[in-house]
């Protein structure tokens, strides 16, 4: 008896926040409709983890004041965008964010403070506690290409985030992961 092989391939939508193609199986429907969605599940439940937890947010932004002692310009939105850009991930090991306290995820600066790093938009992104305490302020590249959890598509997203000039800085180099 032969067998019969079904060559079948999902419809893929676009996301119209992240603009990756993904099956229906990854959009919610709408209740009353049963269209679907135009923001995948994992946008629509960052942004969701984001203003739930705005209050997280202004705890960072009013510590970083009397820290820098001048003003700084980082809103929520800066915030829910690095939540995005990262798919609601921390930006090094690529663990999703918790529910749990301990598993929400620290406001990571890219450059350090102490080594002229500033509370803003492209210096900021999602970083699990783990990541973020273990690297406390060594250059960047350096110490997360010595982790086991190393990708490549994660570095390029970083540099992507914080920028060229800002990765050479922490120790960017192109020629050396190539």
């Not at 959009?27 to 994992?42: D, I, P, R, V």
């Not at 690297?135 to 598509?153: A, D, I």
């Not at 050479?168 to 050396?176: A, I, N, S």
Request: positive net charge; glycine residues 8%; proline residues 4%.
């Amino acid at each position: 008896m032969s067998q019969i092989r079904l060559n079948y391939k999902p419809r893929l939508y676009e996301c119209s926040c992240c603009h990756q193609l993904k099956p229906a199986s990854e959009f919610y429907k709408q209740s009353y409709t049963g269209a679907l969605n135009s923001q995948c599940k994992t946008c629509v439940n960052v942004k969701r983890s984001v203003v739930r937890h705005k209050d997280k947010h202004g705890k960072f932004v009013s510590k970083e004041k009397r820290r820098n002692m001048e003003e700084v310009d980082y809103g929520l939105n800066d915030w829910r965008d690095a939540m995005l850009h990262f798919h609601g991930e921390c930006a090094y090991c690529g663990r999703p964010e918790g529910r749990a306290k301990a598993d929400k995820f620290d406001r990571e600066h890219f450059v350090p403070l102490s080594r002229g790093g500033r509370t803003e938009r492209s210096n900021i992104g999602p970083a699990c506690r783990k990541c973020n305490r273990g690297r406390g302020n060594k250059p960047l590249f350096e110490w997360f290409r010595e982790q086991p959890f190393w990708s490549r598509e994660r570095e390029q997203r970083i540099v992507k985030w914080i920028g060229e000039e800002a990765a050479k800085l922490e120790g960017y180099d192109k020629e050396e992961i190539i």
